[in-house]
């Protein structure tokens, strides 16, 4: 049986809590490391589950992966394997992030089919579409993505949908390519941009980072470099929603306020007090939070990675909040959750519509997925009672020192076997 985490509400958030790098981009981070022979090091690395699985589908590729609490240290290989087979990357979803380092590298990659959140479907068409533009063959054979080039050559490719996965995959094979590359309608996130740092650290020639038109002039060759990741804006405003939902005073350090732009007004809407500084945020809530509407969009957008917190917010708020995911269709199946906590919730297609409750009540709950988990611990901290949420292993592989941290923060949660 996993563990569980039992939560019992009623406690008002305070302190300070400090936010390592981003899962969303250590990740990927990790997998670029594959383009440039030698030793690459990432600092403000995670601790979570994810990075050592990271680190396996890399060893299984060739690569040494020596991790150090938040250091990690990647040593390639002059010529990487290219098949990244079930076994490794069935664990988690980024695994796929290997195949553009790989076609770039080996001009060939078979990467198994991976596993990972139940967050609705993830198809891998535009990342496919993308390494077809740049001259490759690809097809989905017996579970896995088989791509393979005779030589990779720079060209347009214009995405039907800003997607990260399908935006980082591309660059990193149009790096090492023949030419120019231009990917329009490329995601904006901040993960986007710290690997583009980071490749441009490395010797790649990109411009437009953090725009939606990325151009990339194919160089030779990149060589190893030393990187800090970037602070998990996800995790940071996590913090912040609970201390809304607590009626708390909530720091968080390790974050770049601007990219949480939209989700701390929404905060400041909801009723909050919310001071921004160079590396953080302090959020204060005296009353009930005020309902909010939220529509997720990619980067600048509401992130979808925080619609379940949004949803728990709206489960107590004053009034009614209509919550519209437009990334993840699936995202929704965890409401079914929060209404076992008593939410007043109604999902209609893309919309749930949620009228908030003075109270909610505890209830044995389950994670789906790591941002539904951390929506019902928050949830927990608000209910009546103790909540038991089950299969806890899923918010491990996004949220470092989860209860340490929220034990820090006064709030009352225990891990048990
Ligand atoms: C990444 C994040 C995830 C976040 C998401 C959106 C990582 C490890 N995960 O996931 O936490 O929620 O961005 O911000 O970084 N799509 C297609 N075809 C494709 C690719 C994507 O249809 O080839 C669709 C997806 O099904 C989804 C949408 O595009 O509906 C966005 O997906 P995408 O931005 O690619 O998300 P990920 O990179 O998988």
């Not at 209404?339 to 789906?368: F, I, K, M, Y």
């Amino acid at each position: 049986m996993s563990d569980r985490f039992l939560v019992s509400g009623g406690a008002r958030l305070s302190g300070e809590v400090a936010v390592g790098g981003a899962k969303n981009s250590v990740l990927k981070l990790m997998a670029a490391a594959l383009l440039a022979e030698g030793t690459t090091r990432l600092t403000n690395s995670p601790e979570i589950a994810d990075v050592p699985l990271m680190a396996d589908v890399l060893r299984g590729l060739g690569a040494v992966v020596r991790i150090d609490h938040d250091t990690v240290e990647i040593d390639a290989p002059a010529e990487p394997k290219y098949h990244a087979d079930f076994d490794a990357v069935k664990q988690f979803r980024a695994s796929v992030c290997v195949l553009g380092p790989l076609m770039a590298r080996c001009h060939r990659a078979v990467v198994a089919l991976p596993g990972g959140d139940a967050i609705g479907s993830r198809p891998l068409d535009m990342h496919q579409a993308g390494l077809r533009a740049l001259g490759a063959h690809s097809s989905i054979e017996h579970g896995c993505v088989v791509a393979e080039a005779d030589t990779l050559v720079g060209a347009p490719v214009a995405l039907e949908f800003p997607s990260v996965g399908a935006t980082e995959n591309i660059l990193m094979a149009a790096v090492l390519a023949d030419g120019v590359t231009t990917i329009d309608n490329a995601a904006r996130e901040p993960e986007v941009v710290d690997l583009c740092v980071m490749l441009q650290q490395m010797g790649a020639r990109i411009d437009g980072a953090g725009t939606s038109t990325l151009t990339v002039t194919g160089v030779d060759r990149l060589h190893p470099t030393t990187h800090r990741v970037v602070g998990d804006r996800i995790v940071g405003a996590t913090w912040g929603i609970a201390a809304v939902m607590t009626r708390g005073d909530v720091t968080v350090h390790g974050v770049v306020p601007e990219h949480l732009q939209l989700v701390l007004n929404k905060l400041v809407d909801a009723g909050a007090q919310v001071d921004r500084f160079t590396d953080g945020f302090r959020v204060r809530q005296e009353n009930r939070p005020v309902a909010v509407n939220v529509s997720t969009l990619p980067f600048p957008g509401f992130p979808t990675d925080l619609q379940p917190m949004a949803i728990g917010m709206a489960a107590i708020a004053d009034g009614m909040s209509v919550i519209t995911e437009n990334v993840f269709e699936a995202r929704f199946r965890f409401v079914e959750e929060m209404v076992r906590l008593g939410a007043d919730a109604r999902t209609d297609g893309h919309h749930a519509v949620v009228r908030g409750s003075e109270r909610l009540s505890s209830a044995p709950v389950w994670c789906s997925d790591i941002r539904a988990g951390a929506g019902l611990v928050l949830a927990g901290l608000v209910a009546d009672g103790v909540t038991e949420v089950h299969d806890v292993e899923h918010i491990d592989r996004g949220y470092p020192r989860f209860v340490e941290n929220l034990r820090s923060l006064g709030g009352a949660i225990e891990r048990v076997g």
